[in-house]
């Protein structure tokens, strides 16, 4: 009895030690990730005009879009459905052969839609030719190179490969940063180059993801039509809110390009690098919460997730509060060509904050599988309904106002995705 005792201590300290050292590794290596994406983010808009910077959010913000209308969340459902699997490469395999075949289709067709709509979106904004085809050559490529990350990473994150994954980001971001700075230095920098850039990150950061992977996953030749039926099924509840989001996630730079002018659009984009803030916690989301809720018990869930959902909410509230109390700190990192905007930072902190929080819930969510139809309708008829009245009865063309929409339409989701999880608990598994 005395042995198994020991046995069993032994055992809980062992846990207790793997999971501090993945939590450590994590800070660190998201720590460290961070730095070097805030301090890119923040020379960025300072090393280009306004003009320019404009563009590159454009562009950006055009290239987020079609990425996850590329992606439409197939690779998201490697990690539910292998579940407990995580060993067995062939299944591992399985899901990603069967995800990549639809993802082969569709960014052909995402590819074409975007050669006609990016020109269309910035036509008003008296972009040079070359301009626009370099930009949208940067978006094409990045959605291309992007897949390898997303379909490869799941099984890095299902063997809990942390350190990994920060290393090989922390590299290529890292690399990014001083190709900015060379370009700076040479005066030779500007909005597609800075996005040529930003492909060339993604296409080293999915290259070595994908060579890091291959100890925990075996490719099979053939698709096997069984999974792709699973992950279907999975996500058919909510395909309707994914293409959604694809727009919705984008709609203040969308519309400040519709109604608003190039400097919007601009301090819109400086302005969102403030949501950096909260990229530790946006990240935990997908890394380590989804999978720690997805192993977890039915029994003592409720306690996790109500831990971690507060814990969220406190943390992007504190940014709030200090941004409230001292933002000459936060104007001074955005510069002087964006030192007017003190009311318009604590706004994008909060509409950003409520979209961590609203993502983090989705994530433990979606490892549960509480995916249900009812979700996306009410959604997208709720978000339409209030920017249509937004349209009708305000000014648009003004970041403040775009600004407080954007938090009006988040806190709704924030409410749906919280009934969701109620609906979930209800259910007992």
């Known amino acids: 009895m005395i042995r198994n005792k020991v046995l069993t201590v032994q055992f809980k300290q062992h846990k207790l030690a793997k999971i501090s050292g993945l939590i450590g590794t994590f800070i660190l290596g998201q720590g460290s990730l961070q730095a070097i994406q805030v301090i890119t983010g923040f020379l960025l808009f300072r090393w280009l005009t306004v003009e320019e910077y404009g563009q590159y959010s454009m562009a950006f913000a055009f ?163 069984s999974d792709r039926k699973e992950m279907l099924a999975l996500l058919k509840p909510v395909m309707p809110g994914i293409i959604f989001n694809a727009f919705q996630a984008q709609i203040m730079i969308f519309m400040l390009s519709v109604f608003g002018k190039t400097n919007n659009v601009a301090e819109i984009g400086a302005l969102s690098k403030m949501g950096q803030l909260y990229m530790v916690l946006s990240m935990a989301g997908g890394m380590v919460i989804a999978p720690y809720i997805a192993r977890s018990p039915f029994r003592g869930l409720l306690k996790k997730y109500l831990f971690i959902s507060f814990l969220a909410v406190a943390i992007c509230s504190l940014f709030v509060l200090t941004a409230y109390l001292f933002p000459e700190p936060f104007l001074l990192l955005l510069g002087s060509k964006y030192s007017h905007l003190k009311n318009e930072l604590i706004y994008l902190l909060i509409t950003s904050g409520m979209g961590v929080i609203t993502g983090i819930i989705w994530e433990m969510n979606e490892s549960r599988k509480w995916i249900y139809a009812w979700d996306p309708m009410i959604m997208i008829t709720g978000t339409v309904g209030i920017q249509l009245l937004a349209i009708l009865f305000m000014d648009l063309s003004s970041l403040r106002n775009v600004l407080l929409l954007s938090i009006a339409t988040n806190l709704l989701v924030l409410i749906i995705k919280v009934c969701s999880s109620i609906k979930g608990f209800s259910k007992g598994v």
Not at 104 to 127: D, E, N, R, W, Y
């Open 63 to 225: 290239q987020t879009m079609a990425h996850v209308l590329v992606e439409f969340g197939f690779s998201g459902t490697i990690v539910a459905l292998v579940g407990n699997r995580i060993h067995d490469k062939k299944v591992i395999g399985s899901y990603i052969k069967a995800g990549q075949s639809y993802r082969q289709k569709l960014f052909l067709l995402i590819s074409v839609g975007c050669i006609f709509a990016f020109p269309l979106l910035t036509a008003k904004h008296h972009m040079s030719a070359v301009t626009t085809v370099m930009l949208l050559l940067s978006i094409i490529v990045n959605l291309y190179f992007a897949g390898w990350s997303s379909y490869y990473m799941p099984a890095l994150k299902m063997h809990q490969k942390i350190g990994t994954l920060f290393n090989i980001q922390i590299k290529s971001s890292a690399l990014r940063l001083l190709s900015l700075y060379l370009g700076a230095v040479f005066s030779v920098l500007n909005a597609w180059l800075a996005a040529l850039l930003s492909s060339m990150q993604t296409m080293m950061t999915g290259y070595l993801i994908r060579k890091a992977s291959k100890d925990y996953v075996e490719i099979p030749e053939e698709v096997n039509h």
